[in-house]
C-alpha cells in the first residue's frame, strides 16, 4: 500500500510541476517576437511610409503604410504570435497586387515597437492602428477591412466588435486560447491555468459587420474545427473559404484559391454597400 501512495503522490508531484511550468511559461509559448526587422517593403519595389503609431498608454509602434494606386478599401493587418512585421511581405505584397492599402504594424516588444506584449496591450495596439487610419490617414471606416491571421484574428476579432469596419477576415484562427490549449493539453486542466483569454469565439458573435473565415484543412495547429465554430458563430452576411497547406503557409500554398476567396468576399462587400446606397434599400 505504501509503495501505491508512493506512486500516486509522484504522479501528482509531476503532474503539478508540468502545470505551474506550463502556467509561468505561457508569455514565452504564446508571445514569439523578433526584434530585428530585417526587410521591408522597399525590397520589393513598393513606395511605403514609416509610421509611428501612439498607444493610448503611452507606447510608440512601429509600423509600415503601403498604398495601391486608386484603392477603394485599406486593409489593417494583425499578424501572428512569432517574428514581426518585416516577415510580413508576402501578405504585404498580396494584397498590394490586389489592389489595396495595407496598414501592418507590429504589437508591443515585437520588431522596432516599445514595450512588452500583454493580451490588453495587443487588443490597444490594434486600436491604435485603427485611430491612426481614422484620424490621420482619414480613411473612413467603412472602408477599412481588418484582416487578422492567427493570434491575429482573436485581435483583429476584438477591435471589430468594437468599432465599425467594412468587414472582418479571420484566418487561422482558435476560437479561444482555452480552447487551443485543451487542444495541445488534453490531459490538463487547462481552465485552470490559462493566464490568457484571448476569446475570439465570443468577438465574432459580437460583430456588426461581414465576416470572412479563412481555414486549412490541414492546419496542424489549430485544427479546421476551430475556423468552423467561428464561422457557425458569426452572423450573416458571412462566408468561409476552405484552403490547403500548413498553418503558417497555407494561404500561400493554396494562392489562387485564396485569392479569389479574398476577391469574390471584397466584391461581396461592394454589392452589400450598393444595395444601402439604393433610395429604400
Same mark, same amino acid.
Given at each position: 500500500m505504501s509503495i501505491l501512495v508512493s506512486i500516486a503522490l509522484l504522479i501528482v508531484g509531476v503532474y503539478a510541476i508540468l502545470g505551474l511550468t506550463l502556467y509561468f511559461m505561457q508569455p514565452s509559448f504564446l508571445y514569439r517576437p523578433v526584434r530585428e526587422v530585417e526587410y521591408d517593403p522597399g525590397d520589393l519595389d513598393l513606395p511605403f511610409?514609416?509610421? !509611428?503609431? /501612439?498607444?493610448?498608454?503611452g507606447l510608440k509602434l512601429a509600423a509600415w503604410y503601403v /498604398?495601391?494606386?486608386g484603392a477603394c478599401y485599406t486593409i489593417l493587418?494583425?499578424? &501572428? =504570435? !512569432?517574428? =514581426?512585421i518585416s516577415h510580413r511581405l508576402d501578405t504585404i505584397n498580396l494584397w498590394n497586387e490586389l489592389g489595396f492599402n495595407i496598414l501592418v504594424f507590429d504589437y508591443r516588444g515585437y520588431g522596432q515597437s516599445q514595450g512588452k506584449p500583454t493580451e490588453e &496591450?495587443?487588443?490597444r495596439d490594434a486600436r491604435a492602428a485603427w485611430d491612426w487610419l481614422v484620424r490621420d490617414k482619414h480613411v473612413r471606416p467603412e472602408r477599412i477591412i481588418l484582416h487578422g491571421r492567427s493570434l491575429g484574428g482573436a485581435i483583429a476579432a476584438n477591435l471589430a466588435s468594437q468599432v465599425e469596419p467594412a468587414g472582418l477576415i479571420v484566418e487561422s484562427t482558435f476560437t479561444s486560447y482555452e480552447d487551443l490549449g485543451k487542444e495541445f493539453y488534453p490531459y490538463l486542466p487547462v481552465h485552470w491555468f490559462a493566464s490568457f483569454k484571448y476569446r475570439t469565439i465570443d468577438a465574432v458573435r459580437r460583430v456588426g459587420c461581414p465576416v470572412l473565415v479563412v481555414h486549412s484543412r490541414n492546419d496542424e495547429l489549430v485544427p479546421l474545427e476551430f475556423g468552423r465554430r467561428l464561422f457557425e458563430a458569426a452572423d450573416e452576411p458571412k462566408q468561409?473559404?476552405?484552403?490547403d497547406g500548413r498553418h503558417n503557409d497555407g494561404f500561400l500554398f493554396s494562392i489562387e484559391t485564396y485569392r479569389r476567396g479574398l476577391l469574390d468576399w471584397v466584391g461581396s462587400l461592394d454589392q452589400a454597400a !450598393?444595395?444601402?446606397?439604393? /433610395?429604400?434599400?
Open positions: 511610409e514609416k509610421v !509611428s503609431l /501612439p498607444t493610448q498608454d /498604398p495601391a494606386a493587418f494583425c499578424h &501572428g =504570435n !512569432s517574428g =514581426n &496591450g495587443t487588443y468561409f473559404v476552405e484552403i !450598393s444595395r444601402r446606397a439604393r /433610395p429604400g434599400g
